[in-house]
T-cell receptor, first 114, second 114 residues
């Protein structure tokens, strides 16, 4: 079974630009969540989508948005990029059914804002 | 909401020694506790998990213990090897049906010296 796939893996953007990151979950997984990881800040939850609806949202500004398609693939968008948005963005998927909703991470998208 | 504290932030051991990482959680409704290992530049990967109806779980050199009364759980690695060097994250979630999001600790950087 293929794992969680994220594209692109690496990208460099300029302040003020916007970026879109893509995530394909494990086949059969309907929940997709996004995390921002920076040194010293651990894994910070951005949002979670389930059946094309945002089900949970973390404490990030409105510049961070996302969506989920009918095939469970998800995208996240960051508008008006700031230097502080440089981070590893991780997507994770899960069955989100029953107990023990283990989440499985993708390899991440490394974003550098210059 | 849930709050997960993880200690220590850095742990340095000699090869062959044991390593213990401890986490506490605040929400007594949490019932699923996974541990992730993240090697440098790679995705966090699930290494072991435990549910609230179990007090201990082992997988070769790795074990996790859970004390529901005290709301803390620990990761134990015996006979450490250099390849165990990584950042370890604990997490807590409610897990059961419907919407959930795991809350992560801030991570422990484990360094195993040959």
């Amino acid at each position: 079974k293929a794992g969680v796939t994220q594209t692109p893996r690496y990208l460099i953007k300029t302040r003020g630009q916007q970026v879109t990151l893509s995530c394909s979950p494990i086949s059969g997984h309907r929940s997709v969540s996004w995390y921002q990881q920076t040194p010293g800040q651990g894994l910070q939850f951005l949002f979670e989508y389930f059946s094309e609806t945002q089900r949970n949202k973390g404490n990030f500004p409105g510049r961070f948005s996302g969506r989920q398609f009918s095939n469970s693939r998800s995208e996240m968008n960051v508008s008006t990029l700031e230097l502080g948005d440089s981070a590893l963005y991780l997507c994770a998927s899960s069955l989100s059914a029953g107990d023990g909703n283990t989440i499985y991470f993708g390899e991440g998208s490394w974003l550098t804002v210059v | 909401g849930e709050n997960v504290e993880q200690h220590p932030s850095t742990l340095s051991v000699q090869e062959g020694d044991s390593a213990v990482i401890k986490c506490t959680y605040s929400d007594s409704a949490s019932n699923y506790f996974p541990w992730y290992k993240q090697e440098l530049g790679k995705r966090p990967q699930l290494i072991i998990d435990i549910r609230s109806n179990v007090g201990e779980k082992k997988d070769q050199r790795i074990a996790v213990t859970l004390n529901k009364t005290a709301k803390h759980f620990s990761l134990h690695i015996t006979e450490t090897q250099p390849e165990d060097s990584a950042v370890y994250f604990c997490a807590a979630s409610k897990g059961a049906g419907g919407s959930y999001i795991p809350t992560f600790g801030r991570g422990t950087s484990l360094i195993v010296h040959p």
